[in-house]
T-cell receptor, first 113, second 110 residues
């Protein structure tokens, strides 16, 4: 069984540009979570999608947005990139119930110059 | 607001030692607690998940305990090996998200 996959593995952008990150969950999982791990900071919860709907978001500005497709894959979009958006972005998936384990992908490393 | 703290921030031990990593959280209203391992620049690998109704979980040389009422969890690693070197993160699930500690960076010296 394939795990959570993310693309691209690395992404380099300049300030003000937009970045799009992609995530494919484990087959059968309906929930996708996005997290940001910036240098020197812990993992911060960004967004949760389940059954195509945004269910919860963390304390991030609206320029962080995303969506979930009918096949449960997900995109994270970051508009008007700022230098401090440079981080490892991790995606996780689960069956959606709150007691379930989240399985993480390898991450996308975003560098904003 | 749920806050998760991990102590120590870093730990260096010789190979073969048994060790304990600590995690504390401020709000006992959680669905579960999970321990992860993260290698440098990589994603997270789930080690153990403890549901709120459970007291401990074991997997191989790893044993995790949960005391929800006191807001504490420990991860016990027996007979440590150099391959155990990584950052260990604990995370609690208070609701529809997960709150992570800052991690303990473990180095096991041959």
């Amino acid at each position: 069984e394939a795990g959570v996959t993310q693309s691209p593995t690395h992404l380099i952008k300049t300030r003000g540009q937009q970045a799009t990150l992609r995530c494919s969950p484990i087959s059968g999982h309906t929930s996708v979570y996005w997290y940001q791990q910036a240098l020197g900071l812990g993992l911060q919860f960004l967004l949760w999608y389940d059954e195509g709907e945004e269910r919860n978001r963390g304390n991030f500005p609206p320029r962080f947005s995303g969506r979930q497709f009918p096949n449960y894959s997900s995109e994270l979009n970051v508009n008007a990139l700022e230098l401090e958006d440079s981080a490892l972005y991790l995606c996780a998936s689960s069956h959606g119930r709150q007691s379930e384990t989240q399985y993480f992908g390898p991450g996308t490393r975003l560098l904003v110059l | 607001k749920q806050e998760v703290t991990q102590i120590p921030a870093a730990l260096s031990v010789p190979e073969g030692e048994n060790l304990v990593l600590n995690c504390s959280f401020t709000d006992s209203a959680i669905y579960n607690l999970q321990w992860f391992r993260q290698d440098p620049g990589k994603g997270l690998t789930s080690l153990l998940l403890i549901q709120s109704s459970q007291r401990e979980q074991t997997s191989g040389r790893l044993n995790a305990s949960l005391d929800k009422s006191s807001g504490r969890s420990t991860l016990y690693i027996a007979a440590s090996q150099p391959g155990d070197s990584a950052t260990y993160l604990c995370a609690v699930r208070p609701g529809n998200d997960m709150r992570f500690g800052a991690g303990t960076r473990l180095t096991v010296k041959p």
